[in-house]
Nanobody, 123 residues
């Protein structure tokens, strides 16, 4: 079992930056692929980025590539999402999630989810 708690969301102007954190409970954090998803009310939850168990591999949605960076610190049981050059269309609730599957972008394959943190980008 993994419990996830996101933090770091907020209101930022277009072009600004934010860093999201996701703290995980449990001693097996390093066994999970970790990912960030986001959701706008009325729309499907969409994949943003993922990182493999040992940080060897990362993968990003085209919409955030070059602007967002996912990282993790297994010693701290934490995954991060550094976001720069934010755009109004990045406004959403951001969720972190964990899966035992390797390099998985399908949200249905993620068993563990945080409660989400709101990111609002003003124009």
């Amino acid at each position: 079992q993994v419990q996830l708690v996101e933090s770091g969301g907020g209101l930022v102007q277009a072009g600004g930056s934010l860093r999201l954190s996701c703290a995980a409970s449990g001693r097996t954090f390093s066994s999970y692929t970790m990912a960030w998803f986001r959701q706008v009310p009325g729309k499907e939850r969409e994949f943003v980025a993922l990182i493999s168990e040992s940080s060897d591999s990362t993968y990003y949605a085209d919409s955030v590539k070059g602007r967002f960076t996912i990282s993790r610190d297994n010693a701290k049981n934490t995954v991060y999402l550094q976001m720069i050059s934010l755009k109004p269309e990045d406004t959403a609730i951001y969720y972190c999630a964990a899966t035992i599957r390797f390099f998985e972008i399908r949200k249905t394959e993620y068993a563990y989810w945080g409660q989400g943190t709101q990111v609002t980008v003003s124009s």
